[in-house]
């Protein structure tokens, strides 16, 4: 089993920057994927960012390319996510997801693992 903890959601006027954390423990050792989802309302969760836990190759939904980071620190078991220049239709809760199945990186039914996720706003 591993656990996510996600942090660093808020408000945030649009063009400007957000970190968002995913904290993971148990069972990490198996992780392949690390990655965040996010939904917004009325709408299905869909991918943003992944990472591979060894390697650290990256991935990104062709929305956020170019604005959005994705990183991570294996000393600290921890994925980020840096946010900039972000825009109103960025507001959706973020999912931080693990998965140890090494398979389509960007489908929600990869991942077995789920945070319970953080708000993010952005104001226009």
């Known amino acids: 089993q591993v656990q996510l903890v996600e942090s660093g959601g808020g408000l945030v006027q649009a063009g400007g920057s957000l970190r968002l954390s995913c904290a993971a423990s148990?069972?990490?050792?198996?992780?392949?994927?690390m990655g965040w989802f996010r939904q917004a309302p009325g709408q299905e969760r869909e991918f943003v960012a992944t990472?591979?836990?060894?390697?650290?190759?990256?991935y990104y939904a062709d929305s956020v390319k170019g604005r959005f980071t994705i990183s991570r620190d294996a000393d600290k078991n921890t994925v980020y996510l840096q946010m900039n220049s972000v825009k109103p239709e960025d507001t959706a809760v973020y999912y931080c997801?693990?998965?140890?199945?090494?398979?389509?990186?960007?489908?929600?039914?990869?991942?077995?693992?789920w945070g319970q996720g953080t708000q993010v706003t952005v104001s226009s």
């Open positions: 997801a693990a998965s140890d199945i090494y398979t389509d990186y960007n489908r929600e039914s990869t991942y077995n693992y």
């Open positions: 148990g069972r990490t050792f198996r992780t392949y994927f």
């Open positions: 990472t591979t836990w060894v390697g650290g190759s990256t």
